[in-house]
């Protein structure tokens, strides 16, 4: 079946730690999007990808880092620069404007 | 102003009933709209998408449009407490697919 697979779906780390969260994703999609979703609000946009090797900047960029170096997979980096960590991440991808996205099953970060 | 404005709720309806869930959008160069069901501890499904001004229908759901006033809403008929979620309104920014997401209306379907 095609999907996206986040993982893992729960992460604990200790504070001044980076950590590296994983999103693949199998249905053929060019473009990739980091959100992160806190208590009451909606989901805002860290960093998207449209095409390998490419990546922009979102909204709230600041203390996480990306790459795209295959099609089917963008992983997350979130560093110890990242002021407030915990979160809920969600990873999607999208093939067209008009179609929206597919969402992963998200990853739960919480810094100890 | 936030770019996407929705009530956050809670919304109660009864069984039954019509839950009607609104959306509000700043930029006027908007040209996609979704809805997104969340339920507690899960990821956004896409459950709804609208490009042109009117309505669309899918089952129990009904999006509507009207750029002009740049609203969107979501009508849900015959509320089951199944539908008992967050429902988030995102709409197209710009370049690249990037989608802006409302804060979410949490509704609640009481049998």
């Known amino acids: 079946d095609g999907g996206i697979t986040q993982s893992p779906k729960y992460l604990f780390r200790k504070e001044g730690q980076n950590v590296t969260l994983s999103c693949e994703q199998n249905?053929?999609?060019?473009?990739m999007y980091w959100y992160r979703q806190d208590p009451g609000q909606g989901l805002r946009l860290i960093y998207y990808s449209q095409i390998v090797n490419d990546f922009q900047k979102g909204d709230i960029a600041e203390g996480y880092s990306v790459s795209r170096e295959k099609k089917e997979s963008f992983p997350l980096t979130v560093t110890s620069a990242q002021k407030n960590p915990t979160a809920f991440y969600l990873c999607?991808?999208?093939?067209?404007?008009?179609?929206?996205?597919?969402f992963g099953s998200g990853t739960r970060l919480t810094i100890v | 102003q936030k770019e996407v404005e929705q009530n956050s709720g809670p919304l109660s309806v009864p069984e039954g009933a019509i839950a009607s869930l609104n959306c509000t959008y700043s930029d006027r160069g908007s040209q996609s709209f979704f809805w997104y069901r969340q339920y507690s501890g899960k990821s956004p499904e896409l459950i709804m998408f609208i490009y042109s001004n009117g309505d669309k229908e899918d089952g129990r759901f009904t999006a509507q449009l009207n750029k002009a006033s740049q609203y969107v809403s979501l009508l849900i008929r015959d509320s089951q407490p199944s539908d008992s979620a967050t429902y988030l309104c995102a709409v197209n920014r710009g370049k690249g697919n990037k989608l802006v997401f409302g804060a979410g209306t949490i509704l609640r379907v009481k049998s």
């Open positions: 249905l053929n999609h060019d473009a």
């Open positions: 999607a991808s999208g093939q067209a404007p008009s179609y929206g996205y597919t």
